[in-house]
């Protein structure tokens, strides 16, 4: 029985015990390459997927999933949707979606990057270590290099008539560099993320780690103070995604996000304006519906300072009366549904890096934090995180520093944006896909000697 059949008789069985339901397929395929020192270290290609059973019985919305995608499974799951419903105490809104008018075409399926033959895959990651090695004499070691490829492809249907399908793929290649200086060690990080391989030269993936890393030998903390702080694109698109449950409705609506209330009010710069937006052609959370089956839209969150909206699914969104903004997600077949962003990035500005620099006399240019994890509460916005980066004087990079803390809020973080930049650029997919321009704040705490 093939997958579409599977779905068709779990729903036409599944309507004898429930009054409506919704199957979510999942298929996951990737590809995993790790070179160390001209040799193949890592190699391996694994497929998954499940299905998971919505179903309402008694107003109750029960959960079920499976691996086994055949008919063996198809009894089992339903019962277990079932019971599973029984036993839930909150009835909290949660529906099954009667579908959109209509839904936008995207094609993000990229056929060329499946059909690279896994050989050159190979050689494309040796030859980013390789090249690693010419470009300094202090490239002393390559602490990891490699290639990642994946593919997902879902499939929602329900008894309400909704009936979606979506596939898409892309890679990853990265290399972290070791250089050393006498006694002076420093690392230094170089990747793409990308649909077309012929786009990225192995090249570029290297001497951007090589030169991350050279650039920081000699460095020293900078003394405590509050400077005026330049935040790299892909470090401000690293904080904007630790905090991004502060824009979840449902966050909000459990007094878990400090924007509870806050829409319509001015929240951000002026000069800031915060878009989600699904249907972004070079995006790796593009999709024209999202797990609820909801068409998706180009929204903008904040809108020059001002917040507009917060991401709702349906449950959310019934609870105070407007529609869903396309927002339901699921991290896998396994979850319940919940709420998270698409392609959700700062708009980029019309500044230049070196036009943001030059009217600095003394500042920070922040590169690399680590701690996003432990190191921030997002409920209060607080922040303090190890990082390091450059000092600035008069305009231009004086010199690297590092052993330094940055610390603050990340909603008094917002307000205090001055410029913009024009670089926009994102970080790794995960759940949705970050990105940001170099952004400059009017003064940061800076804790180091």
Same mark, same amino acid.
């Not at 934090?369 to 509460?377: D, I």
């Given at each position: 029985m093939d997958n579409i059949k599977l779905i068709d008789e779990i729903l036409t069985r599944g309507k004898t015990k429930m009054k409506e339901?919704?199957?979510?397929?999942?298929?996951?395929?990737s590809i995993e390459i790790g070179v160390f020192k001209g040799e193949l270290d890592k190699y391996s290609i694994s497929e998954s997927g499940g299905l998971s059973l919505r179903g309402i019985a008694n107003e109750k919305m029960g959960y079920a999933y499976t691996e086994k995608l055949d008919e063996s499974s198809i009894d089992m799951l339903i019962e277990d949707a079932f019971e599973n419903g029984r036993y839930i105490d909150i009835v909290d809104g949660d529906e099954i979606f009667n579908g959109s008018p209509e839904y936008g075409e995207i094609n993000v399926y990229n056929s060329s990057l499946t059909a690279v033959p896994i050989e050159d895959k190979i050689e494309f990651a040796k030859n980013i270590e390789k090249f690693a090695y010419t470009l300094d004499n202090r490239v002393v070691a390559v602490q990891?290099?490699?290639y990642q490829e994946f593919e997902q492809?879902?499939? &929602? #249907?329900?008894?309400?008539g909704v009936d979606l399908h979506h596939k898409q793929n892309g890679g990853l290649a990265y290399i972290s560099v070791v250089v050393k200086d006498g006694d002076d060690t420093k690392t230094g990080i170089g990747y793409r993320v990308f649909s077309n391989l012929s786009t990225i030269d192995s090249k570029d993936i290297a001497k951007d780690a090589v030169d991350e890393a050279i650039s920081m030998l000699g460095a020293t903390p900078i003394k405590t103070g509050d400077y005026p702080t330049v935040i790299k694109n892909k470090i401000f698109a690293d904080l904007l995604e630790a905090f991004t449950s502060v824009f979840s409705a449902d966050s909000a609506q459990?007094?878990?996000?400090? &924007? #509870?209330?806050k829409v319509g009010e001015e929240i951000a710069t002026p000069v800031l304006t915060l878009v989600d937006n699904p249907l972004l052609e070079e995006g790796f959370a593009t999709s024209s519906f999202d797990d609820e089956g909801t068409s998706t839209k180009y929204k903008k969150v904040i809108d020059k300072g001002v917040l507009k909206t917060l991401l709702h699914n349906w449950r959310t969104a019934k609870k105070e009366g407007i529609e869903s903004t396309g927002n339901g997600s699921r991290t896998s077949y396994k979850s319940t549904l919940a709420i998270s962003p698409s392609n959700f990035y700062v708009e980029k500005g019309e500044t230049s890096f070196d036009d943001i620099i030059k009217d600095i006399d003394i500042g920070v240019y922040i590169i690399s934090?680590?701690?996003?994890?432990?190191?921030?509460?997002p409920v209060s916005g607080d922040f303090s995180l190890s990082a390091y980066g450059y000092e600035i004087l008069n305009g231009k990079i004086n010199r690297p520093i590092n052993q330094i803390t940055i610390a603050g809020n990340f909603f008094e973080l917002l307000k205090n944006i001055e410029v913009i930049g024009d670089d926009l650029k994102f970080g790794f997919p995960g759940?949705?896909?970050?990105g940001s321009p170099t952004v400059k704040v009017k003064s940061l705490s800076i804790a180091g000697e």
């Open positions: 339901l919704e199957t979510y397929l999942v298929k996951n395929k990891n290099c490699g492809e879902k499939m &929602l #249907k329900n008894t309400n459990k007094g878990l996000s400090l &924007l #509870k209330d934090v680590a701690g996003l994890h432990s190191g921030l509460n759940n949705g896909y970050f």
